[in-house]
């Protein structure tokens, strides 16, 4: 089983949209969850983090975390085809220096 | 602010060439990362280092070789590359305190 798991998708939604994006992960001790964008041909950029259950909000975008069912969401609200992008679940671990674990990302494409 | 810079940026080499990746940060993060990024794989761990001097291993660290005798700088060296080495090489830092990882542009390194 991988540490972090995502929908590869892809994933269409439509221009103004909310799009929602999941991640699972199997280290239950686990406290540290991030999502990062990565445009095609680019690095990672960190666009939330989350470290409580709950929702945490951040403009247009919301991150979703259920620690009891180890799941972590994004939902991106209004989506804009400047969203269009791979996103990556990222959830630390607790071994070696807390480094972190990826998911193989989902890709979303927002269609005008 | 230059922030985490790598070069070469594109490396075509042949197998069983010794390849050099170099990565340097100006933040003076304490730790540093490499990460390989594959089709199916996504980001991968292959090497950290939590100080000057302190390396460890992370998930695929066979066929490379990390040093660090500066905080700034930490080259990944493929001894004799494989064209299983085929990759986007992504160099990464973070506080000691953080969990937040800074990611550099990425190597493209391809072995014909």
């Known amino acids: 089983q991988k540490e972090v798991e995502q929908n590869s998708g892809p994933l269409s939604v439509p221009e103004g949209a909310i799009a929602s994006l999941n991640c699972t992960y199997s280290?239950?001790?686990?406290?540290?969850f991030f999502w990062y964008r990565q445009y095609s041909g680019k690095s990672p950029e960190l666009i939330m983090s989350i470290y409580s259950n709950g929702d945490k909000e951040d403009g247009r975008f919301t991150a979703q975390l259920n620690k009891a069912s180890q799941y972590v969401s994004l939902l991106i609200r209004d989506s804009q085809p400047s969203d269009s992008a791979t996103y990556l679940c990222a959830v630390n671990s607790q071994t070696g220096a807390n480094n972190l674990f990826f998911g193989t990302g989902t890709r979303l494409t927002v269609i005008p | 602010d230059a922030g985490i810079t790598q070069s070469p940026r594109y490396k075509i080499t042949e197998t069983g060439r010794q390849v050099t990746l170099m990565c340097h940060q100006t933040?003076?993060?304490?730790?540093m990362f490499w990460y390989r990024q594959d089709l199916g794989h996504g980001l991968r761990l292959i090497y950290y280092?939590?100080?000057?001097?302190?390396?460890d291993k992370g998930e695929v660290p066979d066929g490379y070789v990390v040093s660090r005798s500066k905080t700034e700088n930490f080259p990944l060296t493929l001894e004799s590359a494989t064209r299983s080495q085929t990759s986007v090489y992504f160099c990464?830092?973070?506080?000691?305190?953080?969990?937040?990882?800074?990611f550099g542009e990425g190597s493209w390194l391809t072995v014909v």
């Open positions: 280092s939590a100080a000057a001097d302190i390396t």
């Open positions: 933040w003076s993060h304490s730790y």
């Open positions: 280290d239950r001790v686990s406290q540290s």
């Open positions: 990464a830092s973070r506080t000691g305190q953080g969990n937040t990882i800074y």
